[in-house]
């Protein structure tokens, strides 16, 4: 899986690790739990003596254990309400446990009116349980699928795949017990428990869940080689840079990813995230691609087309991080809901911000909700501080949400998309270039575009002259029939541009580039 392409390599550990912390974000749990868990796992790996190849099949299970758990996250949320706040029990209860079963129930239709939770209850009683088995299993499944996705070698996918199943037999899917699952599935559940008892209750609360369930849940001789060693293999958690350890102690040679791979490694990442909602589904795919045939249009060159497309693959992955009960809400969201969807682009730099390689597509990820208003988030930026890339990114994110289904409209036409865009142009919330060059690329007729030096469109070439003749906002707005706010929009896209900050520096690239001529100046 070596790369020799040319061009950013990715190494897999650094995407692996950074889904994980969504993974993290959709149990509830604070960011790193994953990568905590793994070096937990890696520690007691080699108290026992597990080769180089094992330890493979250790490291990965580890980090991937839980990743297949948001694909019936809509489900979940049709039982439960709220999907996070259901997958943070597990670490509450036994697994199976009657205590963990009426926790559940009390759950059922949670944030809806009494009878509506009335009902899905009755409906719950008739085969809700069978159902949720039935997708704890599909979990491990999915994670497994995602690991030959990922051609990771065989020993993860048969260890991820049986990452849920028990010491005693009663785990899922219930078709393996002792030394039957594979010492890396062993390793990684142990690890994931533990992580949350000594986090919550230091190592005293740790040694007595792994003595609790030894013999259970858990592999007694694990569970005893834990407590014997309990002090070396817990210590320092806190202390170490979490995402430099997991990253390094990778066995053997890191996996690294070029070209081809790269864009294949990502592309599975996203097709997994964005089966969090049957109205996502293959929305970052669809993205990209959208964003590929703008990009071309516009002619960016090739590395930078390749880091747009790229970005557009990660732009959702935030969303693990907000509960199904708000993405697939089929009324208003109130306002509490509405600040959790705002930190969606957020969450996605936070999970991406550490990787070298990564945080460069977070940088334009997160962006692409903003607006060159001011009205986007989550940070509320204006346009000079709104990348081009972004713009393309976010233009091209809502033609496909608008043409796509919502649990609270139906999917519009792609005339009625294209009219929307246009509007949101009009209104100056939305870059005009990357506009038009979507449309382009989503097959729409479009005026021919021309550009001028330093990529100034027609009209913003009209706005520079006007604006080297000094005349003000409102004055440049009169004159060409647009509004204040979209003159002064297009005067900073300009000043962006063109690299300046003052009039005086675009009087000089206005006559520095002819585009001043002498019959106008006479005519001022």
């Known amino acids: ?29 604070p960011m790193e739990h994953v990568l905590r868990q793994c070096l937990i796992a890696l520690r007691l790996a080699e108290r026992i003596g597990l080769d180089d190849e094992e330890r493979v099949a250790v490291y990965y299970t580890a980090l991937l254990v839980n990743v297949g758990c948001h694909s019936d996250a809509h489900e979940q949320a049709k039982w439960f309400g709220d999907d996070i706040a259901l997958k943070a029990g597990k670490y509450r209860y036994e697994q199976r446990s009657l205590a963990g079963a009426v926790a559940a129930v009390r759950l059922i239709g949670s944030g809806n009116p009494p009878l509506h939770r009335f009902r899905v209850g009755l409906e719950f009683a008739l085969g809700g349980f069978h159902e949720v088995d039935r997708m704890i299993s599909g979990h491990a499944a999915l994670a497994a699928l995602l690991a030959g996705r990922l051609a990771l070698p065989d020993s993860v996918r048969r260890a991820v795949a049986a990452s849920y199943e028990q010491w005693d037999g009663r785990g899922w899917p219930g078709e393996l017990k002792g030394e039957a699952v594979p010492i890396a599935s062993r390793l990684a559940q142990l690890a994931e428990f533990i ?9 005293a609360a740790a040694t007595a869940l792994a003595e609790r369930r030894a013999g259970s849940q858990f592999d007694p001789r694990l569970a005893a080689v834990l407590c014997r060693d309990a002090d070396t ?29 790269f864009d294949q490694a990502l592309l599975a990442v996203a097709d997994f995230v964005d089966l969090k909602s049957p109205y996502t589904l293959g929305h970052a795919r669809a993205v990209a691609d959208l964003v590929d045939a703008a990009a071309t249009g ?22 693990l991080g907000v509960s199904n009960a708000i993405w697939d809400k089929p009324g208003p969201l109130g306002t509490g809901e509405r600040e959790r969807v705002r930190l969606q682009p957020y969450l996605t730099e936070r999970m991406l911000c550490q990787s070298p390689t990564l945080a460069p597509l977070g940088a334009i990820a997160v962006q692409h909700r903003e ?49 929307e865009l246009r509007a949101e142009a009009a209104a100056g919330r939305l ?27 027609g009209r913003e070439i009209d706005v520079l002259r006007l604006l080297a003749r000094g005349l003000s906002n409102k004055e440049i707005a009169s004159r060409l029939v647009i509004s204040p706010k979209t003159a002064r929009n297009h005067v900073e896209h300009i000043y962006a541009k063109i690299d300046t900050s003052s009039r005086a520096g675009a009087c000089l690239f206005a006559l520095e580039n002819g585009l001043l001529p002498q019959t106008e100046a006479a005519t001022a």
Request: charged share 20%; net charge neutral; aromatic share 4%.
């Open 1 to 29: 899986m070596s790369g020799g392409d040319a061009g950013p390599r990715l190494r897999l550990a650094e995407l692996v690790a950074a889904l994980s912390l969504g993974v993290d974000l959709g149990f509830g749990q």
């Open 195 to 203: 992580e949350v008892a000594h986090r919550l209750g230091g190592t």
């Open 233 to 261: 293999v817990l210590g320092e958690l806190d202390a170490v840079h979490t995402w430099e350890a997991v990253i390094a102690a990778e066995p053997a040679l890191g996996v690294w990813l070029g070209g081809e791979q």
């Open 298 to 319: 516009l002619g960016l060159a090739e590395d930078q087309r390749t880091q747009l497309h790229r970005a557009a693959l990660l732009h959702g992955l935030g969303r």
């Open 371 to 419: 607006r060159l208003d001011g009205s986007g988030y989550p940070r509320g930026l204006t346009a000079p501080a709104i990348s081009r890339w972004a713009r393309i990114l976010g233009t091209a994110d809502a033609y496909r949400s608008m043409i796509e289904p919502r649990p609270h409209r139906g999917a519009l036409t792609a005339p009625q998309a294209a009219a």
């Open 431 to 457: 870059d005009a270039e990357a506009v038009t060059a979507v449309l382009a690329g989503a097959g729409h007729r479009v005026p021919r575009r021309t550009t001028g030096p330093a990529g100034l469109t």
